[in-house]
């Protein structure tokens, strides 16, 4: 069963507003800074790259510069050696005792006091015998590599051995051998050796390791010539590095940088580097710098950080801005909105003040025009209501004192019932609804009378059965007098059925208890109060505390417990004043004297307060 969500019935302008400013402010913006930052970024990296290949490009130089410039150094002392043995006429070969002369060894010491870099220098003759010079003693290693250089000598060849550790602890250096054949003639006559000390070439990847780099150099084979620290070690096989694997890969084709992304595992992690290599073509060398991706593209990361904070930074100033717009736009409506709902609820005081010149400022001004002609307008409907209530008051009261004026006996009879009814509802906690209805049934309580004839209704006596029938005709009479005013509807129940009686004893048609409505129940007590509390022709007076003993007797059987506790309550509050009416003078025939008739019990009063 698929859930429906419920739509909501109006959405909110605002949310409207800023469903078009947002995105027509934030996502120009979000593309333009994507552009940017990818613009940046491939910049970025390549300037890496490009700083990358320009220190192994460096470093590929300094080391061929060196070479070269040693190279040069040998063949000058070559040629050197050659011009000394001519001008001595010494012939053209280096016997032993020829190697001897204080000239040759002045040469070699010379030659490797020319420069730092050369540690030890040696001469030696077809023989393998010689002269040497320099701060060190070679070792077993560094012997095995004179025996291969002077073999290459031999061969013609120019030799550069494999870089080697010398001594040992802090006096240790990384050298290498580099020999060179002396020839005459075609004829081999011996070799010069020199063994280069690579602190020079150390010291320059020490420089570029302080900018973050990891720089080494490696030979043909992917062993470690030499690197900025002492963390790997001269020989070392470098190939578990990709670049380094690459290079070797490569072989004698490796004439041009290469720059590559690798990943370094070790036990515990993986590390994502950024490598280029530089070739070194006259010693199958190759300079290899490495670095971190997240250092080498550090300023990428910082700039993508920075482009997205100032991104996100301009969403919610747009956010801001959008809102506060919107808000400009919808805060007028909304106080139009609900100065239009307080007008609906009939407050038409409502004002909306607002300081702008836009069209919602013109609508604004428009409003509290409406709103006081609209108030204008309805304080005439109350007024004209307060009229027609007044004129439809004062007819009803007129038509009651009509009915009233017909029987002097009973003159104020239906203000009284009035007064008393509402004195009842108001202490039995009735609503005000039910109060006007009440004010107006009471009035019209007894209408119906002005259909009933004036022998029976003027007779001084007791009624006959059959007058008494035609008696309690006036509530149905009444009934059906103001029946066809549709706006006294509700009132008909307290005019019709007044006269009935809890006990089912009453007209005119015999209901009980709650059958009875309670407008007709209240106003049946209040009829028969002032029924008891006034004289008539049939009947004497009674005390009003008399009066409230009989009603207190008819209680539960005729009356309302309820609204006879109520006008109880009213009448010992003080709430009721019974003023005697002025005497009665009738314009009629002389009528037999009525002797007044004593108290009765309450069942026989019932009948005789029913003329009411």
Do not use: C
């Not at 020319?114 to 010079?133: C, E, F, P, R």
């Not at 003080?574 to 005697?580: D, L, W």
Request: aromatic share 6%; hydrophobic share 40%.
């Amino acid at each position: 069963m698929s859930l429906k969500l419920p739509i909501p019935a109006r959405i909110p302008l605002l949310y409207v507003i800023l469903g078009v400013l947002l995105p027509i402010s934030v996502l120009p913006m979000y593309f333009y800074s994507e552009q940017i930052e990818t613009m940046n970024r491939e910049r970025l990296k390549t300037n890496e790259m490009l700083l990358q290949n320009t220190v192994t490009r460096s470093l590929a130089d300094d080391i061929s510069q060196h070479r070269e410039a040693l190279q040069m150094m040998l063949g000058n002392l070559s040629s050197s050696i050659q011009v000394m043995m001519l001008a001595n006429a010494s012939g053209n070969d280096l016997s032993a005792q020829k190697l001897l002369t204080p000239e040759l060894r002045a040469m070699v010491e010379n030659f490797v006091s020319s420069s730092n870099d050369i540690a030890y220098a040696t001469l030696l003759n077809a023989d393998a015998k010689g002269v040497s010079a320099g701060r060190i003693e070679p070792d077993a290693f560094l012997q095995r590599e004179l025996e291969r250089g002077f073999q290459a000598a031999r061969e013609g060849r120019i030799y550069s051995g494999q870089p080697l550790m010398e001594g040992s602890g802090k006096s240790a250096r990384t050298v290498m051998l580099v020999s060179s054949p002396i020839n005459y003639d075609n004829r081999f006559l011996g070799m010069i050796g020199s063994v280069v000390d690579l602190e020079y070439l150390i010291r320059r990847l020490q420089q570029v390791s302080a900018t973050g780099l990891m720089p080494y150099v490696v030979d043909s084979q992917g062993r470690l010539v030499a690197a900025a620290t002492a963390q790997y070690a001269t020989g070392q096989d470098m190939t578990h590095f990709e670049i380094v694997r690459s290079f070797v890969g490569e072989g004698a084709k490796a004439q041009l940088a290469e720059t590559r992304e690798f990943t370094v595992r070790d036990a515990t992690k993986s590390t994502e580097m950024l490598g280029t290599y530089s070739p070194v073509t006259s010693l199958d060398w190759a300079v290899v710098v490495q670095k971190p991706r997240e250092e080498a593209y550090r300023g990428i990361y910082e700039m993508q950080r920075a482009g997205r904070l100032l991104a996100w930074l301009a969403v919610f100033v747009s956010v801001g801005l959008s809102i506060l717009s919107a808000r400009r736009i919808t805060s007028p409506l909304q106080v139009l909105t609900r100065s239009s709902q307080a007008i609906a609820r009939g407050d038409f005081s409502q004002r909306v003040h607002l300081k702008t010149r836009t069209e919602i400022g013109e609508l604004a001004s428009t409003f509290n025009t409406m709103s006081e002609e609209l108030e204008q307008f309805v304080e005439d409907l109350k007024r004209a209501a307060e009229e027609n209530k007044a004129l439809f008051m004062g007819s009803i009261q007129m038509l009651a004192g009509a009915v009233d004026e017909k029987d002097p006996y009973t003159r104020g009879h239906s203000d009284r019932v009035t007064r008393y009814s509402l004195l009842i509802a108001k202490e039995m906690g009735l609503d005000p609804g039910f109060l006007e209805i009440l004010r107006i049934s009471a009035q019209l309580h007894d209408v119906g009378k002005i259909g009933i004839e004036d022998r029976i209704l003027k007779k001084p006596g007791a009624l006959t059965p059959e007058e008494f029938e035609i008696m309690k005709t006036h509530t149905t009479k009444g009934a059906n007098i103001l029946r066809p005013v549709p706006q006294l509807r509700e009132m008909l129940p307290g005019i019709e059925l007044h006269h009935e009686a809890l006990n089912g004893r009453g007209y005119p048609y015999g209901l009980k208890g709650d059958q009875i409505p309670l407008l007709a129940r209240v106003i049946a007590v209040a009829d028969t109060f002032d029924a008891l509390t006034t004289n008539r022709p049939y009947q004497q007076e009674h005390d009003p505390l008399e009066a409230l003993r009989i009603i207190e007797k008819l209680s539960g059987q005729r009356l309302d417990p309820n609204a006879v506790t109520a006008l109880l309550a009213v009448f010992y509050r003080g709430e009721i004043r019974i003023q005697k009416p002025l005497p009665v003078t009738l314009n009629t025939q002389p009528q037999p004297p009525v002797t007044p008739q004593p108290l009765q019990p309450a069942d026989a009063l019932s009948v005789e307060i029913s003329r009411t």
